[in-house]
């Protein structure tokens, strides 16, 4: 506004704006501070020009360089694997445990592979240390199904146990009461039987009653001293370690119903190498053969 008064005591001119006599100074802003500004404006308009910036119908505004932080996490994966890939061929190549564990460098790299696959693929069954939880088996005791060499824990990972895979390690316990194979009776003296077989106090009249039964229908499996089976993945039922647990009542429902566990198969999922990593560390977490 042409009128507005010069301030007599400031000699700096109002806006004419005036509240309760107090009257707004018409100062000019800073000059570092419109410099600022103006290099603000300067740089916004040469980084839309520079990098991806708007966003568009089909796409976004790909700047003069081009940038994509998507590319670059894919370009250093992919040198990542390269860097890897010396030493993946040497881990497929190395035919034993033995060559793989007298190398440290090969050893600490299939452990820190097989570390982060089992946290990827498998601790969700078998807890994030490999500890296990009812019905699906520790993997740190030196209690094996399936057999706890370096091969047999690799051909378990590939082919997984009753997973449906035509190379799976199949072996299935009856469920002799729901089936009706045995009755009632018969089913709590067997629990009481392999409650005794593990060394606690069992009812011994519903013992002997059960001997001759778990001689006929058990023993094919558990062997003749419940000592179990690795080739057909039948668990030991003399020693304190359980799948399903062990006592009286679990063991009642795992005759009653049978259990049938099933380990999905890694073969098509995961890469010889990573399952040969995976099988190093799993060896490795305590109890390998
Ligand atoms: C969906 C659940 C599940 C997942 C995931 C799983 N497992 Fe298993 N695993 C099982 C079950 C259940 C058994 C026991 C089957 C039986 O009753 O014989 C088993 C058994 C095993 C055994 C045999 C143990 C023995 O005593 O012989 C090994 C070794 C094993 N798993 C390793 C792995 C590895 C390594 C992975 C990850 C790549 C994995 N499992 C992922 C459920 C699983
Ligand atoms: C055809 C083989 C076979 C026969 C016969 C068999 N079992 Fe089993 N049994 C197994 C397998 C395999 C398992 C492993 C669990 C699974 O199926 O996931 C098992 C598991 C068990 C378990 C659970 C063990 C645990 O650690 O929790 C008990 C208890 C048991 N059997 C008792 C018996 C009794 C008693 C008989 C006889 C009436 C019997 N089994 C007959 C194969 C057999």
Avoid at 22 to 51: D, G, H, Q
């Amino acid at each position: 506004m042409a009128d507005n008064e010069i301030d007599s005591h400031s000699g700096v001119e109002t806006t004419g704006h005036e509240w309760d006599e107090i009257k707004e100074l018409n100062n000019p802003l800073p000059r570092w501070w419109l410099i600022v500004f103006y290099a603000t404006v300067v740089w916004s308009i040469a980084y839309w020009i520079a990098m991806p910036a708007w966003p568009g119908i089909s796409g976004y505004t790909k700047g003069l360089r081009e940038h994509s932080e998507r590319e670059n996490v894919v370009a250093a994966v992919a040198a990542l694997d390269e860097e890897r890939e010396a030493q993946m061929t040497r881990l497929i190549k190395a035919s034993s445990i033995s060559e793989i564990e007298s190398d440290p460098e090969l050893l600490q790299f299939s452990m820190a592979a097989g570390k982060s696959l089992f946290g990827d693929n498998c601790a969700t069954c078998h807890g994030a240390g490999g500890q296990g939880f009812p019905g699906y088996p520790s993997l740190v005791d030196d209690a094996w199904l399936w057999g706890g060499t370096l091969d047999d824990i690799q051909q378990t990972i590939h082919y997984g146990i009753r997973s449906g895979h035509s190379d799976t390690r199949f072996n299935i316990m009856q469920a002799y009461g729901r089936d009706g194979l045995l009755n009632r009776d018969q089913v709590d003296d067997l629990a009481s039987y392999v409650v005794s077989l593990s060394g606690r106090d069992a009812d011994p009249e519903a013992i002997e009653r059960a001997a001759p039964l778990f001689a006929q229908q058990c023993t094919t499996c558990h062997g003749a001293d419940g000592t179990g089976d690795t080739a057909q993945g039948a668990p030991d039922l003399t020693d304190a370690i359980w799948l399903y647990g062990g006592d009286a009542v679990t063991i009642r429902q795992s005759i009653h119903n049978g259990r049938g566990g099933v380990m999905p198969y890694w073969t098509e999922r995961l890469s010889e190498t990573q399952i040969t990593a995976l099988a190093v560390y799993v060896h490795a977490l305590g109890g390998g053969e």
